[in-house]
């Protein structure tokens, strides 16, 4: 069973930084696309960034953009997550997501195969 490993989250005051990671047990994503996703208490999962397979395109959320970078480095089987100006809204657990379906940067969880267990980011005011 191939699984997704998230580390780097954690507390941050609002306007700090994080760097979240994901790293596949197995090389078997590397031509597919891989995302992060976020869900808070009462809120359905949302895309936060997602990165093509080969890394040279990528999608955000739109409350998220110009405040994030995803990128992914193919040999590591490791895709990052690297957010700014955090804000107490961006509190939620974010997930890693991997495609087993489309190479392209796709934004719906249904594209998504595989999950990782969620890291917790709390932003404090």
């Known amino acids: 069973q191939v699984r997704l490993v998230e580390s780097g989250g954690g507390l941050v005051q609002a306007g700090g930084s994080l760097r979240l990671s994901c790293t596949a047990s197995?090389?078997?994503?590397?031509?597919?696309?891989m995302a992060w996703f976020r869900q808070a208490p009462g809120k359905e999962r949302e895309i936060v960034a997602a990165?093509?397979?080969?890394?040279?395109?990528?999608n955000y959320a739109d409350s998220m953009k110009g405040r994030v970078a995803i990128s992914r480095n193919s040999g590591e089987s490791t895709v990052y997550l690297r957010m700014y100006n955090l804000k107490p809204e961006d509190t939620a657990v974010y997930y890693c997501?991997?495609?087993?379906?489309?190479?392209?940067?796709?934004?719906?969880?249904?594209?998504?195969?595989?999950w990782g267990q969620g890291t917790q980011v709390t932003v404090s005011s």
């Open positions: 997501a991997a495609s087993t379906i489309t190479g392209t940067a796709a934004t719906q969880t249904g594209f998504y195969t595989h």
């Open positions: 990165v093509s397979w080969s890394g040279d395109s990528t």
């Open positions: 197995e090389r078997s994503f590397d031509a597919y696309a």
